[in-house]
């Protein structure tokens, strides 16, 4: 719908799904490539891997092409980001501290190891066999804690993709991923879906919602979904024909939706955030201003938000840390950033700053917290008073008692 300002607004809530007849185009009804599971269940029965169930209780989503994947609700092993922990710490903290709401089983993990597809999409400098040996090598551990892997980073999740379908069709890669993970007496295993927490937070969004003690029926937010997600392998991705006709990704999309917000469209949804791996380290100011000028502005301009929201480490960092340059310029920028995770975790009634650590966010966020009805400067004195114990406490910690 159009506002009085002029802005493009799609109350995804509001909207009818268009009749059959009335849809320009159908997706195509068959996937480009053949069902990884029969295949992985294959190679099992062949002796040649071990095949991580994904464990009950457990949701069924459409992805793109109508396959039926399974989501994890708990007993899940949480493959964590570089990204997130060094850059946007309050991104992970965020997904835990849902799951503990819940009280559902999940572990953190002290043995995992990165999953370093930085290296293979930036710099080109590793090689198959490494790559999916480390990816097994993670997936055995989650099989010896006993939990099924929750890949929290996008880059992740879209390696592990790729991985998987080099694993099911080059034999002497499996070979040489099997010689290296017996080398570490190690099993081969790889999971029956490989699984993006935004998923897992999609299929709880409505038990999120009920949950809810934050109004956010005034609150327009534009939605950025990670290239590694739905572009990347596009068919393991959920659509929704409730969500855009299933034109679009539902992730995010959907948990804005059901927390009572509203979904701000804008022409450049489709591009990448800009940060795009290579050129974010040998072309950083390219990066900064695809960022900012392609898409934060263009939100700015036709939607006029007051989040972007979206779903991987690279994505929140390069969305949010750019706009420092293009503030300086004077342009037309400064929407704040965070992940659906904090989202969520906001509207059940989450620290802005002991849980969701938005103060190492770049943007305001101010602003924002005032309209979800959150005392910002009480909640700030409140994380003085945790860091000044912790200061004068080394051997001491944040608990969860406190969050």
């Not at 999409?121 to 198959?128: E, Q």
């Not at 992730?251 to 804008?266: K, M």
Request: charged share 25%.
């Amino acid at each position: 719908m159009i506002g009085d300002d002029g802005a493009i607004r799609l109350k995804v809530a509001n909207q009818a799904p268009p009749k059959a007849s009335d849809r320009e185009f159908e997706l195509p009804k068959e996937p480009p490539t053949a069902d990884h599971r029969e295949q992985l269940f294959a190679l099992e029965e062949a002796g040649e891997l071990e095949v991580l169930r994904v464990p009950e209780p457990l949701v069924k989503v459409d992805t793109k092409y109508g396959r039926k994947k399974k989501i994890p609700i708990e007993n899940t092993w949480h493959h964590k980001s570089c990204g997130q922990c060094g850059h946007i710490p309050g991104y992970s903290s965020s997904i835990y501290w849902l799951n503990r709401q819940f009280e559902l089983n999940y572990h953190d993990p002290r043995e995992q190891t990165s999953c370093t597809a930085w290296n293979y999409y930036a710099s080109s400098t590793s090689n198959p066999a490494a790559q999916a040996a480390v990816a097994c090598r993670n997936f055995a551990q989650a099989k010896l804690d006993g939990y099924f892997p929750l890949i929290h980073c996008g880059t992740s999740y879209g390696h592990y993709k790729e991985v998987r379908a080099q694993l099911l069709h080059y034999p002497e890669l499996r070979q040489q991923v099997r010689d290296v993970l017996d080398r570490l007496g190690l099993p081969f295993v790889f999971p029956e879906e490989v699984v993006h927490y935004s998923e897992w937070i999609h299929v709880m969004r409505h038990r999120i919602a009920e949950r809810q003690v934050r109004d956010f029926s005034a609150i327009p937010a534009t939605v950025h979904p990670a290239c590694h997600y739905h572009k990347l392998v596009v068919e393991d991705a959920i659509y929704d024909r409730d969500l855009y006709d299933g034109q679009r990704t539902a992730i995010v999309s959907g948990v804005v939706e059901a927390l009572g917000a509203t979904v701000a469209d804008y022409s450049t949804w489709h591009d990448c955030c800009g940060f795009g791996f290579r050129h974010i380290l040998v072309s950083r100011d390219f990066s900064r201003s695809f960022a900012t000028i392609r898409k934060i502005e263009r939100m700015k301009e036709e939607a006029d938000p007051d989040v972007t929201l979206t779903h991987d480490t690279g994505c929140v960092t390069t969305l949010d840390k750019s706009q420092f340059s293009t503030q300086a310029h004077g342009r037309n920028v400064g929407i704040p950033v965070m992940s659906d995770a904090q989202f969520a975790a906001l509207s059940m009634g989450a620290h802005p700053y002991l849980v969701c650590q938005l103060h190492w966010h770049g943007v305001d966020m101010k602003p924002l917290l005032e309209k979800m009805g959150i005392d910002h400067v009480g909640a700030w004195e409140e994380f003085e008073r945790v860091a000044e114990r912790l200061e004068q406490n080394p051997e001491a910690f944040l608990t969860w008692e406190e969050v």
